[in-house]
Protein backbone atom coordinates (compact mmCIF):
# COMPACT_ATOMS: atom_id res chain seq x y z
CA UNK A 1 0.00 0.00 0.00
CA UNK A 2 1.45 3.06 -1.33
CA UNK A 3 0.72 5.89 1.38
CA UNK A 4 0.35 8.95 -1.24
CA UNK A 5 -2.30 7.37 -3.38
CA UNK A 6 -4.65 6.39 -1.01
CA UNK A 7 -8.03 8.80 -1.11
CA UNK A 8 -8.81 11.10 1.80
CA UNK A 9 -11.56 9.18 2.82
CA UNK A 10 -8.78 5.67 2.89
CA UNK A 11 -6.71 7.69 4.89
CA UNK A 12 -9.26 9.09 7.67
CA UNK A 13 -10.51 5.30 7.86
CA UNK A 14 -6.86 3.42 8.28
CA UNK A 15 -6.23 6.32 10.94
CA UNK A 16 -9.19 5.74 12.82
CA UNK A 17 -8.96 2.41 12.88
CA UNK A 18 -5.24 2.75 13.78
CA UNK A 19 -3.61 0.85 10.44
CA UNK A 20 -1.96 4.08 9.95
CA UNK A 21 -0.85 7.21 12.42
CA UNK A 22 -1.52 10.71 11.01
CA UNK A 23 2.30 11.34 11.63
CA UNK A 24 2.88 8.54 9.37
CA UNK A 25 0.62 9.68 6.34
CA UNK A 26 2.25 13.47 6.86
CA UNK A 27 5.33 12.43 6.53
CA UNK A 28 5.03 10.15 3.20
CA UNK A 29 3.43 13.35 1.63
CA UNK A 30 6.23 16.03 2.83
CA UNK A 31 8.93 13.89 1.23
CA UNK A 32 6.79 13.58 -1.63
CA UNK A 33 6.67 17.63 -1.46
CA UNK A 34 10.30 17.08 -1.10
CA UNK A 35 10.76 14.62 -4.09
CA UNK A 36 9.10 16.56 -6.50
CA UNK A 37 10.34 20.20 -6.01
CA UNK A 38 11.24 20.70 -9.41
CA UNK A 39 7.66 21.01 -10.39
CA UNK A 40 7.51 24.28 -8.11
CA UNK A 41 3.85 23.21 -7.29
CA UNK A 42 4.42 24.24 -3.49
CA UNK A 43 6.22 27.17 -2.34
CA UNK A 44 6.16 25.95 1.37
CA UNK A 45 5.69 23.29 3.60
CA UNK A 46 4.71 24.90 7.12
CA UNK A 47 7.04 23.78 9.55
CA UNK A 48 4.36 22.58 12.29
CA UNK A 49 3.17 20.07 9.73
CA UNK A 50 4.23 17.19 11.24
CA UNK A 51 3.72 18.76 14.91
CA UNK A 52 0.25 19.39 13.94
CA UNK A 53 -0.18 15.45 12.20
CA UNK A 54 1.08 14.25 15.86
CA UNK A 55 -1.30 16.59 17.96
CA UNK A 56 -3.78 15.01 15.49
CA UNK A 57 -2.68 11.45 16.25
CA UNK A 58 -3.46 12.19 19.95
CA UNK A 59 -6.76 13.78 19.42
CA UNK A 60 -8.26 10.51 17.21
CA UNK A 61 -6.42 8.57 20.47
CA UNK A 62 -8.77 10.39 22.50
CA UNK A 63 -12.22 10.07 20.13
CA UNK A 64 -12.21 12.75 17.90
CA UNK A 65 -13.67 11.24 14.77
CA UNK A 66 -13.56 14.83 12.47
CA UNK A 67 -14.90 14.15 8.95
CA UNK A 68 -11.05 15.10 7.70
CA UNK A 69 -9.31 13.57 10.65
CA UNK A 70 -5.76 13.22 10.04
CA UNK A 71 -6.08 14.21 6.00
CA UNK A 72 -3.42 16.56 4.63
CA UNK A 73 -4.59 19.32 2.82
CA UNK A 74 -2.49 21.71 0.92
CA UNK A 75 -4.21 25.68 0.20
CA UNK A 76 -3.90 28.11 -2.15
CA UNK A 77 -1.14 31.16 -1.08
CA UNK A 78 -4.41 33.09 -0.91
CA UNK A 79 -6.04 31.94 1.50
CA UNK A 80 -5.08 33.27 5.37
CA UNK A 81 -3.77 30.64 8.29
CA UNK A 82 -3.10 32.52 10.70
CA UNK A 83 1.02 32.68 11.62
CA UNK A 84 1.65 31.89 8.09
CA UNK A 85 2.89 33.84 5.16
CA UNK A 86 0.07 34.34 2.81
CA UNK A 87 1.47 36.01 -0.66
CA UNK A 88 -0.86 35.94 -3.30
CA UNK A 89 2.33 34.88 -5.64
CA UNK A 90 3.03 38.17 -5.27
CA UNK A 91 6.54 39.85 -4.82
CA UNK A 92 4.66 42.95 -3.05
CA UNK A 93 3.23 40.19 0.29
CA UNK A 94 6.46 38.12 0.11
CA UNK A 95 6.51 38.90 3.92
CA UNK A 96 2.80 39.16 4.56
CA UNK A 97 1.65 37.41 7.56
CA UNK A 98 -1.85 36.14 8.22
CA UNK A 99 -3.55 37.77 11.43
CA UNK A 100 -6.26 35.46 11.11
CA UNK A 101 -7.68 32.34 9.97
CA UNK A 102 -10.22 32.20 7.16
CA UNK A 103 -13.44 30.61 7.81
CA UNK A 104 -12.16 27.53 5.58
CA UNK A 105 -9.28 27.22 7.37
CA UNK A 106 -10.83 26.95 10.37
CA UNK A 107 -13.63 24.21 9.51
CA UNK A 108 -10.66 22.16 8.27
CA UNK A 109 -9.19 22.14 11.58
CA UNK A 110 -12.47 21.71 13.27
CA UNK A 111 -12.82 18.24 10.73
CA UNK A 112 -8.99 17.16 11.76
CA UNK A 113 -7.21 17.98 8.41
CA UNK A 114 -3.69 18.61 8.82
CA UNK A 115 -2.28 22.13 6.41
CA UNK A 116 0.61 20.98 5.05
CA UNK A 117 1.50 23.58 2.86
CA UNK A 118 0.97 26.38 0.42
CA UNK A 119 0.71 26.40 -3.62
CA UNK A 120 1.68 28.71 -6.16
CA UNK A 121 -0.54 30.74 -7.97
CA UNK A 122 -0.91 32.93 -10.58
CA UNK A 123 -0.19 36.53 -8.37
CA UNK A 124 -3.51 37.41 -7.31
CA UNK A 125 -4.97 35.20 -8.86
CA UNK A 126 -5.02 36.46 -12.56
CA UNK A 127 -3.89 34.11 -15.22
CA UNK A 128 -4.64 30.82 -16.68
CA UNK A 129 -1.11 29.20 -16.12
CA UNK A 130 0.64 29.73 -13.37
CA UNK A 131 3.33 31.71 -15.10
CA UNK A 132 2.38 34.62 -13.63
CA UNK A 133 3.63 33.87 -10.22
CA UNK A 134 6.48 35.90 -8.62
CA UNK A 135 8.09 33.10 -7.46
CA UNK A 136 8.29 31.02 -10.58
CA UNK A 137 7.03 28.86 -12.98
CA UNK A 138 4.67 25.71 -11.94
CA UNK A 139 5.13 23.07 -14.70
CA UNK A 140 2.22 20.25 -15.36
CA UNK A 141 2.79 16.88 -13.47
CA UNK A 142 2.09 15.05 -17.02
CA UNK A 143 4.29 17.14 -19.21
CA UNK A 144 7.13 19.43 -17.30
CA UNK A 145 7.31 21.48 -20.56
CA UNK A 146 3.73 22.38 -20.15
CA UNK A 147 1.64 24.59 -17.70
CA UNK A 148 -0.37 23.36 -15.11
CA UNK A 149 -3.24 25.86 -15.58
CA UNK A 150 -3.95 28.41 -13.20
CA UNK A 151 -4.60 30.30 -11.63
CA UNK A 152 -4.76 27.61 -8.96
CA UNK A 153 -2.12 25.49 -10.66
CA UNK A 154 0.01 24.75 -7.87
CA UNK A 155 -2.96 23.59 -5.97
CA UNK A 156 -3.84 21.50 -9.38
CA UNK A 157 -0.54 20.00 -9.73
CA UNK A 158 -0.02 19.46 -6.31
CA UNK A 159 -2.67 16.74 -6.31
CA UNK A 160 -1.90 15.44 -9.49
CA UNK A 161 1.88 14.55 -8.20
CA UNK A 162 0.02 12.76 -5.01
CA UNK A 163 1.35 15.51 -2.55
CA UNK A 164 -1.83 15.70 -0.73
CA UNK A 165 -5.19 14.22 -1.93
CA UNK A 166 -7.34 17.07 -1.32
CA UNK A 167 -6.09 21.18 -2.34
CA UNK A 168 -7.94 24.35 -1.75
CA UNK A 169 -7.77 26.73 -4.85
CA UNK A 170 -9.95 30.07 -5.50
CA UNK A 171 -11.95 30.51 -8.75
CA UNK A 172 -12.57 33.72 -10.16
CA UNK A 173 -13.37 32.51 -13.50
CA UNK A 174 -12.39 29.24 -14.21
CA UNK A 175 -8.91 28.86 -11.58
CA UNK A 176 -10.16 25.51 -10.62
CA UNK A 177 -11.82 24.07 -13.27
CA UNK A 178 -9.28 25.25 -16.07
CA UNK A 179 -5.74 23.58 -13.85
CA UNK A 180 -7.94 20.46 -12.40
CA UNK A 181 -9.01 19.77 -16.44
CA UNK A 182 -4.79 20.48 -17.44
CA UNK A 183 -3.84 18.05 -14.71
CA UNK A 184 -6.52 15.49 -15.17
CA UNK A 185 -8.27 15.49 -11.99
CA UNK A 186 -11.85 16.58 -10.75
CA UNK A 187 -11.76 21.23 -9.51
CA UNK A 188 -15.33 21.73 -8.53
CA UNK A 189 -15.92 25.64 -8.45
CA UNK A 190 -18.92 26.13 -5.54
CA UNK A 191 -22.14 27.86 -6.15
CA UNK A 192 -21.59 31.70 -5.59
CA UNK A 193 -22.26 31.75 -1.54
CA UNK A 194 -21.73 28.03 -0.79
CA UNK A 195 -18.65 28.39 1.05
CA UNK A 196 -16.89 31.62 2.93
CA UNK A 197 -14.62 33.83 1.34
CA UNK A 198 -14.05 35.35 4.69
CA UNK A 199 -10.14 35.67 5.22
CA UNK A 200 -9.54 34.72 1.40
CA UNK A 201 -7.43 37.52 -0.30
CA UNK A 202 -10.41 39.39 -2.73
CA UNK A 203 -9.86 39.70 -6.57
CA UNK A 204 -13.54 40.39 -8.13
CA UNK A 205 -16.07 39.57 -4.52
CA UNK A 206 -19.71 38.90 -6.95
CA UNK A 207 -17.50 36.50 -8.50
CA UNK A 208 -14.86 34.52 -6.17
CA UNK A 209 -15.35 31.34 -4.91
CA UNK A 210 -13.21 28.47 -3.05
CA UNK A 211 -12.94 25.60 -4.85
CA UNK A 212 -11.76 22.29 -4.56
CA UNK A 213 -9.12 19.82 -6.05
CA UNK A 214 -9.43 16.09 -5.73
CA UNK A 215 -8.78 12.96 -7.57
CA UNK A 216 -11.76 11.32 -7.07
CA UNK A 217 -15.98 12.55 -6.43
CA UNK A 218 -16.21 11.07 -3.35
CA UNK A 219 -13.06 13.37 -1.56
CA UNK A 220 -14.64 16.46 -3.40
CA UNK A 221 -17.86 15.85 -2.03
CA UNK A 222 -16.96 15.34 1.41
CA UNK A 223 -14.50 18.34 1.29
CA UNK A 224 -17.42 20.39 0.37
CA UNK A 225 -19.50 19.03 3.12
CA UNK A 226 -16.85 20.14 5.43
CA UNK A 227 -16.19 23.82 4.10
CA UNK A 228 -19.90 24.76 2.96
CA UNK A 229 -22.29 27.00 5.04
CA UNK A 230 -23.83 30.43 5.94
CA UNK A 231 -20.85 32.43 7.80
CA UNK A 232 -21.40 35.36 9.92
CA UNK A 233 -18.12 36.82 8.67
CA UNK A 234 -19.65 37.04 5.20
CA UNK A 235 -23.00 38.43 4.67
CA UNK A 236 -22.83 36.85 1.30
CA UNK A 237 -22.82 33.58 2.37
CA UNK A 238 -25.94 31.83 1.73
CA UNK A 239 -28.17 31.00 4.53
CA UNK A 240 -28.88 27.18 2.83
CA UNK A 241 -29.28 24.12 4.28
CA UNK A 242 -25.94 22.21 3.36
CA UNK A 243 -26.72 19.23 1.63
CA UNK A 244 -25.18 15.68 2.59
CA UNK A 245 -23.42 15.77 -0.66
CA UNK A 246 -21.56 12.41 0.18
CA UNK A 247 -24.08 10.46 0.68
CA UNK A 248 -25.89 10.74 -2.58
CA UNK A 249 -28.34 8.56 -5.21
CA UNK A 250 -25.59 7.52 -7.26
CA UNK A 251 -27.84 5.69 -9.91
CA UNK A 252 -28.77 8.81 -12.24
CA UNK A 253 -31.01 7.43 -14.23
CA UNK A 254 -33.66 10.47 -14.02
CA UNK A 255 -31.21 13.27 -14.24
CA UNK A 256 -31.67 15.18 -17.53
CA UNK A 257 -28.26 15.98 -19.23
CA UNK A 258 -28.86 19.35 -21.61
CA UNK A 259 -26.19 20.12 -24.38
CA UNK A 260 -26.43 23.73 -25.14
CA UNK A 261 -26.09 24.44 -29.33
CA UNK A 262 -24.53 27.40 -28.96
CA UNK A 263 -21.01 25.59 -27.15
CA UNK A 264 -21.12 23.41 -30.18
CA UNK A 265 -20.89 26.49 -32.59
CA UNK A 266 -18.07 27.64 -30.36
CA UNK A 267 -15.96 24.83 -30.19
CA UNK A 268 -16.10 23.84 -33.65
CA UNK A 269 -13.01 22.77 -35.58
CA UNK A 270 -11.28 22.86 -31.67
CA UNK A 271 -10.23 19.69 -30.14
CA UNK A 272 -12.68 19.82 -27.32
CA UNK A 273 -15.94 19.77 -30.06
CA UNK A 274 -14.92 16.01 -30.50
CA UNK A 275 -14.53 15.41 -26.82
CA UNK A 276 -17.56 16.84 -26.10
CA UNK A 277 -19.23 14.58 -29.20
CA UNK A 278 -17.69 11.59 -27.55
CA UNK A 279 -18.58 12.36 -23.92
CA UNK A 280 -22.63 13.04 -25.18
CA UNK A 281 -22.37 9.61 -26.63
CA UNK A 282 -20.77 7.85 -23.78
CA UNK A 283 -23.56 9.29 -21.51
CA UNK A 284 -25.58 7.91 -24.26
CA UNK A 285 -24.73 4.48 -23.59
CA UNK A 286 -24.98 4.67 -20.21
CA UNK A 287 -28.90 5.14 -21.20
CA UNK A 288 -28.73 8.98 -19.67
CA UNK A 289 -31.14 11.04 -21.57
CA UNK A 290 -29.53 14.44 -23.55
CA UNK A 291 -32.10 17.33 -24.10
CA UNK A 292 -30.88 19.85 -26.29
CA UNK A 293 -30.81 23.54 -24.87
CA UNK A 294 -30.27 27.15 -25.90
CA UNK A 295 -28.27 29.56 -24.28
CA UNK A 296 -28.65 32.26 -26.88
CA UNK A 297 -26.10 34.71 -25.47
CA UNK A 298 -23.03 32.68 -24.06
CA UNK A 299 -20.80 34.11 -26.05
CA UNK A 300 -21.02 37.46 -24.75
CA UNK A 301 -20.32 35.81 -20.93
CA UNK A 302 -16.73 36.40 -21.30
CA UNK A 303 -16.87 39.88 -22.51
CA UNK A 304 -18.82 40.08 -19.50
CA UNK A 305 -16.57 38.85 -17.61
CA UNK A 306 -13.45 40.91 -18.90
CA UNK A 307 -15.34 43.91 -18.01
CA UNK A 308 -17.18 43.02 -14.02
CA UNK A 309 -13.07 41.21 -12.89
CA UNK A 310 -11.22 43.88 -13.56
CA UNK A 311 -13.78 46.35 -12.35
CA UNK A 312 -13.75 44.51 -8.67
CA UNK A 313 -10.13 43.50 -8.88
CA UNK A 314 -9.55 47.57 -9.60
CA UNK A 315 -10.93 48.75 -6.62
CA UNK A 316 -9.96 45.15 -4.36
CA UNK A 317 -6.54 45.97 -5.08
CA UNK A 318 -6.36 49.91 -4.10
CA UNK A 319 -5.96 48.19 -0.53
CA UNK A 320 -2.07 46.98 -1.31
CA UNK A 321 -0.91 50.85 -1.43
CA UNK A 322 2.75 50.23 0.66
CA UNK A 323 0.90 51.61 3.81
CA UNK A 324 -0.73 49.38 5.82
CA UNK A 325 0.58 46.24 4.69
CA UNK A 326 2.36 45.27 1.59
CA UNK A 327 6.45 46.37 0.65
CA UNK A 328 6.75 50.30 0.72
CA UNK A 329 8.81 52.00 -1.71
CA UNK A 330 12.51 52.73 -0.15
CA UNK A 331 12.86 55.96 -2.31
CA UNK A 332 9.07 57.63 -1.70
CA UNK A 333 9.26 60.67 -0.45
CA UNK A 334 5.58 61.40 -0.38
CA UNK A 335 2.48 59.94 0.43
CA UNK A 336 1.70 60.14 -3.52
CA UNK A 337 4.75 58.03 -4.37
CA UNK A 338 4.43 55.90 -2.02
CA UNK A 339 1.29 54.73 -3.02
CA UNK A 340 2.34 54.51 -7.28
CA UNK A 341 6.38 53.49 -6.45
CA UNK A 342 5.23 50.80 -3.65
CA UNK A 343 2.70 49.68 -6.17
CA UNK A 344 4.59 49.98 -9.49
CA UNK A 345 7.69 47.98 -7.72
CA UNK A 346 4.91 45.69 -6.23
CA UNK A 347 2.58 44.09 -8.39
CA UNK A 348 3.44 42.29 -11.53
CA UNK A 349 2.97 43.04 -15.43
CA UNK A 350 -0.87 40.61 -15.56
CA UNK A 351 -2.24 42.57 -12.27
CA UNK A 352 -0.90 46.24 -13.45
CA UNK A 353 -3.03 45.12 -16.72
CA UNK A 354 -6.02 44.13 -14.92
CA UNK A 355 -6.13 47.43 -12.86
CA UNK A 356 -5.59 49.54 -15.54
CA UNK A 357 -8.31 48.15 -17.80
CA UNK A 358 -10.43 48.11 -14.65
CA UNK A 359 -10.07 51.78 -14.48
CA UNK A 360 -10.73 51.98 -17.85
CA UNK A 361 -14.22 50.62 -17.44
CA UNK A 362 -14.91 52.31 -14.05
CA UNK A 363 -13.73 55.94 -15.44
CA UNK A 364 -15.63 58.38 -15.94
CA UNK A 365 -17.59 58.42 -19.22
CA UNK A 366 -17.25 55.06 -19.59
CA UNK A 367 -19.49 53.42 -16.83
CA UNK A 368 -22.03 53.00 -18.41
CA UNK A 369 -21.63 51.93 -22.05
CA UNK A 370 -19.18 49.19 -20.12
CA UNK A 371 -19.87 48.30 -16.32
CA UNK A 372 -23.56 48.89 -15.95
CA UNK A 373 -24.24 47.47 -19.70
CA UNK A 374 -22.15 44.33 -18.22
CA UNK A 375 -24.44 43.83 -15.47
CA UNK A 376 -27.09 44.09 -17.06
CA UNK A 377 -25.92 41.21 -19.77
CA UNK A 378 -25.07 39.35 -16.70
CA UNK A 379 -28.86 39.66 -15.53
CA UNK A 380 -29.90 38.29 -18.98
CA UNK A 381 -27.48 35.46 -18.91
CA UNK A 382 -29.06 34.28 -15.50
CA UNK A 383 -32.54 34.36 -16.83
CA UNK A 384 -31.13 32.27 -19.85
CA UNK A 385 -29.61 29.71 -17.73
CA UNK A 386 -32.43 29.62 -15.32
CA UNK A 387 -34.72 28.65 -18.53
CA UNK A 388 -32.63 26.18 -19.71
CA UNK A 389 -32.11 24.52 -16.21
CA UNK A 390 -36.58 23.99 -16.52
CA UNK A 391 -35.67 21.03 -19.21
CA UNK A 392 -32.41 19.51 -18.00
CA UNK A 393 -30.99 19.24 -14.17
CA UNK A 394 -27.22 19.13 -15.36
CA UNK A 395 -25.61 21.39 -18.88
CA UNK A 396 -22.52 20.04 -19.99
CA UNK A 397 -19.52 22.18 -21.72
CA UNK A 398 -16.02 21.13 -22.60
CA UNK A 399 -13.73 22.98 -19.68
CA UNK A 400 -11.44 24.68 -22.37
CA UNK A 401 -10.53 24.65 -25.63
CA UNK A 402 -7.87 22.22 -26.07
CA UNK A 403 -4.80 20.49 -23.65
CA UNK A 404 -2.21 22.19 -21.78
CA UNK A 405 -0.11 24.18 -23.61
CA UNK A 406 3.52 24.71 -23.81
CA UNK A 407 5.08 27.04 -20.96
CA UNK A 408 5.84 30.67 -23.39
CA UNK A 409 3.70 29.61 -26.02
CA UNK A 410 0.51 32.67 -25.66
CA UNK A 411 1.41 35.58 -27.76
CA UNK A 412 1.39 38.76 -26.24
CA UNK A 413 -1.63 40.37 -26.78
CA UNK A 414 -3.45 39.48 -23.58
CA UNK A 415 -7.14 38.93 -25.49
CA UNK A 416 -5.72 35.50 -27.06
CA UNK A 417 -5.25 34.38 -23.64
CA UNK A 418 -8.27 35.80 -22.10
CA UNK A 419 -10.34 33.74 -24.87
CA UNK A 420 -9.07 30.70 -23.38
CA UNK A 421 -11.65 31.01 -20.41
CA UNK A 422 -14.52 31.02 -22.79
CA UNK A 423 -15.98 28.15 -21.12
CA UNK A 424 -15.29 28.45 -17.26
CA UNK A 425 -16.60 32.18 -16.96
CA UNK A 426 -20.25 31.76 -17.43
CA UNK A 427 -20.83 29.63 -14.05
CA UNK A 428 -19.06 32.57 -12.29
CA UNK A 429 -21.13 34.97 -14.04
CA UNK A 430 -24.35 33.29 -13.28
CA UNK A 431 -23.28 32.01 -9.58
CA UNK A 432 -24.13 28.25 -10.60
CA UNK A 433 -21.67 25.30 -9.33
CA UNK A 434 -19.65 23.47 -11.86
CA UNK A 435 -17.58 20.34 -11.20
CA UNK A 436 -14.43 19.65 -14.09
CA UNK A 437 -14.32 16.10 -14.79
CA UNK A 438 -11.33 14.58 -16.66
CA UNK A 439 -12.61 12.59 -19.86
CA UNK A 440 -10.77 12.01 -22.99
CA UNK A 441 -7.00 12.79 -24.50
CA UNK A 442 -6.00 16.25 -26.49
CA UNK A 443 -3.78 15.80 -29.41
CA UNK A 444 -0.81 15.17 -27.94
CA UNK A 445 -2.26 12.58 -25.02
CA UNK A 446 -2.66 15.22 -22.41
CA UNK A 447 -6.14 15.44 -20.27
CA UNK A 448 -9.57 17.26 -21.06
CA UNK A 449 -11.85 18.10 -19.08
CA UNK A 450 -16.08 18.56 -19.19
CA UNK A 451 -17.91 20.74 -16.77
CA UNK A 452 -21.06 19.25 -15.48
CA UNK A 453 -22.96 22.45 -14.56
CA UNK A 454 -26.32 22.57 -12.10
CA UNK A 455 -28.86 24.99 -10.75
CA UNK A 456 -27.41 27.50 -8.14
CA UNK A 457 -26.85 25.08 -4.42
CA UNK A 458 -27.78 22.10 -7.01
CA UNK A 459 -23.51 20.52 -6.37
CA UNK A 460 -25.39 17.36 -4.87
CA UNK A 461 -27.21 16.49 -8.71
CA UNK A 462 -23.51 17.20 -10.16
CA UNK A 463 -21.70 14.66 -7.86
CA UNK A 464 -24.78 11.78 -8.19
CA UNK A 465 -23.96 12.45 -11.73
CA UNK A 466 -20.16 12.60 -11.16
CA UNK A 467 -20.20 9.79 -9.01
CA UNK A 468 -22.47 7.68 -11.45
CA UNK A 469 -19.94 8.39 -14.54
CA UNK A 470 -16.87 7.67 -12.38
CA UNK A 471 -17.87 3.97 -11.32
CA UNK A 472 -18.85 3.16 -15.09
CA UNK A 473 -15.81 4.26 -15.86
CA UNK A 474 -14.41 1.38 -13.56
CA UNK A 475 -12.07 4.11 -11.28
CA UNK B 1 -4.72 54.59 -27.51
CA UNK B 2 -3.37 57.34 -26.95
CA UNK B 3 -0.28 57.84 -24.60
CA UNK B 4 -2.38 60.74 -23.11
CA UNK B 5 -5.43 58.64 -21.95
CA UNK B 6 -2.89 55.68 -20.68
CA UNK B 7 -1.20 58.18 -18.06
CA UNK B 8 -4.30 59.20 -16.82
CA UNK B 9 -5.16 55.94 -16.56
CA UNK B 10 -1.58 55.20 -14.79
CA UNK B 11 -3.00 58.16 -12.50
CA UNK B 12 -6.51 56.71 -11.27
CA UNK B 13 -4.72 53.17 -10.84
CA UNK B 14 -1.96 54.65 -9.18
CA UNK B 15 0.81 53.36 -11.38
CA UNK B 16 3.88 54.41 -12.77
CA UNK B 17 5.06 53.42 -16.13
CA UNK B 18 8.64 53.71 -17.92
CA UNK B 19 7.86 55.57 -21.75
CA UNK B 20 8.56 52.01 -23.40
CA UNK B 21 5.94 50.52 -21.08
CA UNK B 22 3.36 53.20 -22.00
CA UNK B 23 3.99 52.55 -25.70
CA UNK B 24 3.37 48.74 -25.29
CA UNK B 25 0.43 48.96 -22.86
CA UNK B 26 -0.89 51.39 -25.00
CA UNK B 27 -0.56 49.32 -28.46
CA UNK B 28 -2.04 46.66 -25.34
CA UNK B 29 -5.08 48.37 -24.44
CA UNK B 30 -6.33 48.62 -28.15
CA UNK B 31 -7.16 44.60 -28.29
CA UNK B 32 -8.15 45.15 -24.90
CA UNK B 33 -10.76 47.99 -25.54
CA UNK B 34 -12.02 46.30 -28.61
CA UNK B 35 -12.76 43.19 -26.98
CA UNK B 36 -14.50 45.08 -23.93
CA UNK B 37 -16.41 46.99 -27.20
CA UNK B 38 -18.43 43.61 -27.60
CA UNK B 39 -20.45 44.53 -25.02
CA UNK B 40 -21.16 47.96 -25.32
CA UNK B 41 -21.98 47.24 -29.24
CA UNK B 42 -23.88 44.40 -28.05
CA UNK B 43 -27.59 44.46 -29.26
CA UNK B 44 -29.28 42.87 -26.03
CA UNK B 45 -30.42 45.37 -23.11
CA UNK B 46 -29.96 42.96 -20.63
CA UNK B 47 -32.10 43.03 -17.22
CA UNK B 48 -32.51 45.84 -15.06
CA UNK B 49 -31.83 45.80 -11.54
CA UNK B 50 -30.94 41.71 -11.54
CA UNK B 51 -30.04 41.06 -7.85
CA UNK B 52 -26.72 38.68 -8.57
CA UNK B 53 -26.27 38.24 -4.96
CA UNK B 54 -28.55 37.99 -2.19
CA UNK B 55 -27.47 39.85 0.74
CA UNK B 56 -30.08 38.72 3.18
CA UNK B 57 -30.06 40.49 6.64
CA UNK B 58 -27.47 42.10 8.82
CA UNK B 59 -26.45 39.80 11.41
CA UNK B 60 -26.55 41.15 15.21
CA UNK B 61 -24.53 44.17 16.22
CA UNK B 62 -22.55 41.73 19.02
CA UNK B 63 -19.04 42.77 20.33
CA UNK B 64 -17.12 39.73 18.83
CA UNK B 65 -13.52 38.45 18.39
CA UNK B 66 -10.68 40.93 17.24
CA UNK B 67 -7.41 41.44 16.18
CA UNK B 68 -5.00 43.10 18.74
CA UNK B 69 -3.28 46.09 17.51
CA UNK B 70 -0.02 45.09 18.07
CA UNK B 71 -0.57 41.96 15.79
CA UNK B 72 -2.55 44.08 12.88
CA UNK B 73 0.64 46.19 13.04
CA UNK B 74 3.31 43.40 12.33
CA UNK B 75 2.94 43.33 8.79
CA UNK B 76 3.07 47.31 8.35
CA UNK B 77 6.46 48.43 6.92
CA UNK B 78 7.23 51.33 9.25
CA UNK B 79 5.56 51.55 12.70
CA UNK B 80 6.43 53.96 15.21
CA UNK B 81 4.35 53.82 18.91
CA UNK B 82 1.53 51.97 17.55
CA UNK B 83 1.00 53.79 14.28
CA UNK B 84 1.44 54.02 10.89
CA UNK B 85 4.58 56.22 9.44
CA UNK B 86 3.90 58.15 6.81
CA UNK B 87 5.29 61.13 5.27
CA UNK B 88 4.13 64.83 6.00
CA UNK B 89 0.69 65.54 4.20
CA UNK B 90 0.50 69.40 5.52
CA UNK B 91 2.82 71.86 4.67
Known sequence: MEIIKLSALEIREKILSGELSSEEVTTAFIDQINKNQKYNAVLEVFDDAILQAKTMDEKIKNGFKGKLAGVPIIIKDNILYEGKICSCGSEFLKDYVAQYNATVIDKL????????????MDEFAMGSSTENSAFGITHNPLDFDRVPGGSSGGSSAAVALDMCPIALGTETGGSVRQPAS???IYGLKPSYGRISRYGVVAFASSLDQVGIFSKNVYDNALMLEVLAGEDKNDMTCAKVAVDDYTNGDWSCKKIKVGLPKEILNLAK?????????????WLKSKEIEIVDISLPNIDIALPVYYIIAPAEATSNLARFDGVKYTSRAKNAKNLDEIY???????????????????NY??????????YKKAKRIQGELIKQFNRAFESCDIIIMPTTLAEAYKIGSKSDNPVDTYKEDIFTVTANIVGI???????????HGMPLGVQLMARKFNEKTIYNLAKFLEEERGE | MDIKEIEHLAQLSKLEFSP?????????????????????????QGEQNIQTIDLGKLRDDEIGKSTPTEILLKDSPLVKQDCIVVPRIME
Do not use: T
Not at chain 1, 109 to 120: H, K
Not at chain 1, 340 to 358: A, H, P, T
Not at chain 1, 433 to 443: A, D, Q, R, Y
Open chain 1, 109 to 120: LQAGAVIIARAN
Open chain 1, 182 to 184: YCG
Open chain 1, 269 to 281: GLPCEENLKNFVK
Open chain 1, 340 to 358: KMSRSEGFGKEVKRRIMLG
Open chain 1, 361 to 370: VLSSGYYDAY
Open chain 1, 433 to 443: PSLSIPFGKGE
Open chain 2, 20 to 44: EEMESFSKEFEHLVEFADIVKNADL
